[in-house]
């Protein structure tokens, strides 16, 4: 089992839909959640983070936690064309971060 | 703001070449890292350091070293490139308490021909 997973994509979404991102973990121990996007050819650039179970809104970004369930997930309201690019979920191992995949996401203007 | 910086955003170099790629952080961090990123297989971990002159392999250490003589700056070199370390090479930094997030640098788009 992959430690961090995420759909590839591409997700597509109507522009001012609500687009949804979900990431599922293995380590049980972990305790900071992470949320990264990333724009092609570029690096990734934090934008969310988590460590307590439930929500975390950040202006039109809401990370939400379910432990138990071992399932992170981002939702990016009211979305804009300049919200595609490419969204890496990541949880902490000790003091590293293992980082999935990412999850592709398109605007649809 | 955190600011990390790499020493070239693009860089070509031939088989068998010795390659240096620098990142320099303005945070105080003591925790440096450095990735390569290929499509596909997401981000990799090739070295780690969480202080001055120690050094930790990540999961693809092979045909890769590493120096951290000052706090500050933590330097990736292929000791002799290889056309399969064409890649994107990113550094990031982190405190070594509290949530452990990573800021990353712009990246260096590294070929070998």
């Known amino acids: 089992q992959k430690e961090v997973e995420q759909n590839s994509g591409p997700l597509s979404v109507p522009e001012g839909a609500i687009a949804s991102l979900n990431c599922t973990y293995s380590d049980r121990g972990s305790q900071s959640f992470f949320w990264y996007r990333q724009y092609s050819g570029k690096s990734p650039e934090l934008i969310m983070f988590i460590y307590s179970n439930g929500d975390k809104e950040d202006g039109r970004f809401t990370a939400q936690l379910n432990k138990a369930s071992q399932y992170v997930s981002l939702l990016i309201r009211d979305s804009q064309p300049s919200d595609s690019a490419t969204y890496l979920c990541?949880?902490?191992?000790?003091?590293?971060?293992?980082f999935g995949k990412g999850t592709r996401l398109h605007i649809l203007p | 703001d955190v600011k990390v910086t790499q020493s070239s955003r693009y860089l070509v170099k031939r088989t068998g070449e010795k390659v240096f790629l620098e990142c320099v952080q303005d945070m105080d961090h003591e925790n440096m890292f450095w990735y390569r990123q290929d499509p596909g297989l997401g981000l990799r971990l090739i070295y780690f350091s969480y202080d001055v002159k120690m050094k930790e392999k990540g999961d693809i250490p092979e045909g890769y070293s590493v120096s951290r003589e000052k706090k500050e700056r933590f330097s990736l070199i292929l000791e002799s490139a290889s056309t399969n370390q064409t890649s994107m090479y990113l550094c990031?930094?982190?405190?070594?308490?509290?949530?452990?997030?990573?800021?990353f640098g712009p990246g260096t788009r590294l070929t070998v021909t």
């Open positions: 990541a949880v902490n191992r000790d003091d590293k971060i293992i």
């Open positions: 990031a930094s982190s405190s070594p308490v509290g949530t452990y997030e990573q800021y």
